[in-house]
């Protein structure tokens, strides 16, 4: 399962699209399931951008029609069918279909050919709170087994909670990719202490400026978990009162906004690995 | 191949919006070219007799609705309201899948652009030929009623001329039909499609050629346009009137008609092939 990041405008649906072979590529190429774009759309399903069907048809009659095209026997359909939970309304015509319904349609002619790949386009785009979550449910089951689903999602949590990889794309270059636990990069630990003087004074001599960092929410400290015993120690021992003291890993939400919002983190993390946080509001010295 | 035209038939077929197409082109027919006539011949107006063609008489043209003739009215109709029945028919089918956004649809499923485009072709082509043989048909069946109610005895085209002309009905059709495609494929959409193709039929054929048309040096230009050939099908099989009213003689032979029309059609299905299968899908 491999989470498609990147902030509106940066190219992710026109990525998608030229990977199921919609769109040209201006330059470079792409491989998909070992051809070029286009090429393996027996293998490839997708649902890219809303989903698009024959609004006279019933849902099964446009699974019907999508399966004729793909040469996918009949027998599929109620197998998609029942996997989106849409055999109730199977019959009704796909203009009376509420936007979460049309979504799970989608998916369900993506499936139809059994591929190999699956590439979703925000497929919970517009749904309520209650459609996000089955959405999440659906496309988490999807990428059971052997195959390779490729998600694009406003949704961070999602990704975050059912990704294996992420990609995140900017300006149509990609600048960052890795597991999530590997573009959170080093766990560190949070910090809340008083005097916040003599404690940012104290932290600096024992792990030096460049691993401490201060803003609204207290300290952050860019060194392994494994120091907060030396590092309490060290405090009360300076007579400084020490309120929490916590390891704090950083959300891909974190990751994201730094990412297409940093201009200079985005350059640094395009060159090399993903860089430590940088705190907000600057450091204690 | 074979699928992709299976799913297009089925797309066509569930399609209210071609059923009443098809409706409507056989209604029309039948209540213009019969009914109306039918009910004016036998209660002419007064000096109706006087404004005819010399020659002709009021049962002449009741003869032309007759069974001997059905297939010349049938024809008669294929270059005005058949026009417009197939353009627009042809904007339905390849137009409106713009609208609805379903080429990415259908176009990211097994097969390459071009044989979903050849399958969409081909099914228009099935249901063309689908339009010609029922329009053949009403035209038959009220002329046999109208045959009936005045006593006539029914006598009918031989067989072979009905094949004929249920084949060049067929191919004007295609014609139609191919330029409404191709209007929807450069457009990409159905709204301006539609009102480019009527427009074509009604101001370029119907009243340029039709008002200027005496001009040799237009009627030069005029022999390589569909209408002008269209005509010359249809009057391959003889005016269902003796005498005519204000007819022009065909500017081309049949044959050549039967070329250029055939031309026609594979230019509209290469160029809107080249369109579909060049252009992005966005």
Redesign the interface.
Known sequence: MYGFLGPNGAGKTTTM?IL?????PTGGSAVVVGTAPGHS??K?G?L??????????SAR?NL???A????VPGSRIETVLTEVDLTDRAHDKYSSFSLGMKQRLGVA?ALL?DPQLLILDEPSNGLDPQGIVEMRDLVRNLGKGERTVLLSSHQLAEVEQICDRVGVILRGKMVAEGTVAELRGQTGLALTAEPEQAAGEALVRLLGPEAVHFDDDGFRLDVPPGRAAEINRALVTAGIDVSELRPAARSLEDIFLQLTGDPVATAEVAAGPLPPATAAGGSAS | ML??L??EL??IR???AIRILVVIFVLVLVLLSYVLSYTIYKNPPPRFGENLPRGTTIADLLSALYPPNFHRVALSGAGGLGAAIAIILGVLAAGSEYG???Y????????SRLT?WLAKFAALVLVSALLAVLVMAAAAATSAVLASIDGQALSWPDAWTVVRATGAEWLILVVWTGFGVLLAVISQQSALAIGIGLVYVLVVEGIIFGIFGSNPTLQNFEKFFPGANVTALADAFGPPIRGRFGGRPALVEPTQAVIVLVAFAAAFLVISSILIVRR???
């Open positions: 699209r199921v072979g919609l769109m040209r759309l027996a490839v997708s890219v951008e809303a989903p698009a069907f024959y609004p006279y048809l009659d019907k029609a999508l004729s095209y793909a040469g002619a050919k | 699928g992709s299976s799913a089925l797309k569930k399609r209210w609805w956004g379903t990415k649809t259908i176009f990211t499923q097994k097969p979903v992005d899908q966005v």
